[in-house]
Nanobody
């Protein structure tokens, strides 16, 4: 499966952004999907993941209450709505897919990755 993330940009602290991840090559409903981010000089970290049906969602502590992951299987899309963004959310955001049954949090457990989209939050 090929993944294409989009929707990043520059936003002021307290603002919102919505990221999208378009899948092609295979239907996204067969995969658990996740969002990760990587800030300069830091390791890639888990942000959110969603089960195949969309019924189970996991979030990092920093994302909980502010970010919402969702999926539109009919459109082969996965989304990440980010609210109340802070400067520490500045990073390149990646979508990823895995054949795992339970949405994992480790980068090593994901099989396919998109190219990333830059999110910059100004304070």
């Amino acid at each position: 499966v090929q993944l294409q993330a989009s929707g990043g940009g520059l936003v002021q602290a307290g603002g919102s952004l919505g990221l999208s991840c378009a899948a092609s090559g295979r239907t996204v409903s067969t995969y658990v999907m996740g969002w990760f981010r990587q800030a300069p000089g830091k390791e890639r970290e888990f942000v959110a993941a969603i089960s195949r049906s969309g019924g189970t969602r996991y979030y990092s502590d920093s994302a909980k209450g502010r970010f919402t992951i969702s999926r539109g299987n009919a459109k082969n899309m996965v989304y990440l709505q980010m609210n109340n963004l802070q400067s520490e959310d500045t990073a390149v955001y990646y979508c990823a897919s895995t054949g795992s049954y339970i949405p994992p949090r480790l980068t090593s457990q994901y099989d396919y990755w998109g190219q990333g989209t830059q999110v910059t939050v100004s304070s």
